[in-house]
């Protein structure tokens, strides 16, 4: 368990595991970012009390994000909607012939049904997706 401000790292490969149980391996990032405004009224400092991420990982080269050259449909998910209390942006880079492309979009509350908020964009000459950031 890590506490208190600053960086830290938790190792998932193979230097926490053995070698010859199941096991992650790989590279995988994360960059979570936390803000707190200002309060005049705070007393204490601020900070996380808890925070949890369930990652899933597929083991494919099209896999996490997927999104293709031409047409592509968006289905974002989220546990409770109804929780929501601010927007959500999704951006995908992504790499043509001539050079990096972005996509944004940004979901209010009000368009997700059913806890998903679905919309096509195009991506014209697509070779790569590069990143998908998603910023609450």
Same mark, same amino acid.
């Not at 996380?48 to 994000?65: A, D, K, N, V, Y």
């Not at 929780?83 to 001539?98: C, E, P």
């Given at each position: 368990?890590?506490?208190?401000?600053?960086?830290?790292?938790?190792?998932?490969?193979?230097?926490?595991?053995?070698?010859?149980?199941?096991?992650?391996?790989? +590279?995988?990032?994360?960059?979570?970012?936390?803000?707190?405004?200002?309060?005049?009224?705070?007393?204490?400092?601020?900070?996380?009390?808890? *925070?949890?991420?369930?990652?899933?990982?597929?083991?494919? *080269?099209?896999? *996490?994000?997927? *999104? #293709?050259?031409?047409?592509?449909?968006?289905? #974002?998910?989220?546990?409770? +909607?109804?929780?929501?209390?601010?927007?959500?942006?999704?951006?995908?880079?992504?790499?043509?012939?001539?050079?990096?492309?972005?996509?944004?979009?940004?979901?209010?509350?009000?368009?997700?049904?059913?806890?998903?908020?679905?919309?096509?964009?195009? +991506?014209?000459?697509?070779?790569?997706?590069?990143?998908?950031?998603?910023?609450?």
């Amino acid at each position: 368990m890590v506490r208190g401000p600053g960086s830290f790292e938790v190792p998932v490969g193979r230097e926490r595991f053995n070698g010859k149980d199941a096991s992650l391996h790989g +590279a995988y990032r994360f960059q979570v970012r936390v803000t707190v405004g200002p309060n005049p009224g705070r007393t204490a400092a601020a900070g996380l009390s808890r *925070i949890r991420f369930t990652g899933h990982f597929e083991q494919g *080269i099209m896999s *996490i994000p997927q *999104i #293709f050259a031409g047409r592509n449909t968006i289905h #974002f998910k989220v546990r409770d +909607a109804a929780a929501l209390r601010g927007q959500v942006r999704v951006v995908y880079r992504y790499q043509t012939a001539s050079g990096e492309k972005e996509h944004a979009r940004t979901l209010r509350p009000a368009e997700f049904r059913d806890d998903v908020a679905s919309y096509s964009f195009d +991506a014209p000459g697509l070779l790569r997706c590069r990143s998908l950031s998603v910023a609450y």
